[in-house]
């Protein structure tokens, strides 16, 4: 079992940057794949982004592609998500994941975190 938790949202304009942490405790996440998904109110929980267990290789959604980077330390047991260039568009709950194998589909993923609020003002 791991246990993901998800810190670092919040209230920011426009424009603005956030960096979210997510912290693992239970196992190491180096055997696991680890993704950011985000779901705004009255749509579907959406891919966001995905690392590779080493972290070798990343992939974004088409939407934060150029301004969003995933990254993880394994030593910390950490995954990061720093956003750039925030839109009001950005405004979801972002949710962290693990999972054994590289993708973007949320079903492939077996742990989840509770999530954390990031809301972009216009």
């Known amino acids: 079992q791991v246990q993901l938790v998800e810190s670092g949202g919040g209230l920011v304009q426009a424009g603005g940057s956030l960096r979210l942490s997510c912290a693992a405790s239970?196992?190491?996440?180096?055997?696991?794949?680890m993704g950011w998904f985000r779901q705004a109110p009255g749509k579907e929980r959406e891919f966001v982004a995905t690392i590779s267990w080493g972290g070798g290789r990343a992939d974004y959604a088409d939407s934060v592609k150029g301004r969003f980077t995933i990254s993880r330390d394994n030593a910390k047991n950490t995954v990061f998500l720093q956003m750039n260039s925030l839109k009001p568009e950005d405004t979801a709950v972002y949710f962290c994941?693990?999972?054994?194998?590289?993708?973007?589909?949320?079903?492939?993923?077996?742990?989840w975190g509770q999530g954390t609020q990031v809301t972009v003002s216009s």
């Open positions: 994941a693990a999972g054994p194998l590289y993708g973007t589909n949320r079903v492939g993923y077996d742990y």
């Open positions: 239970g196992r190491t996440i180096s055997s696991y794949v």
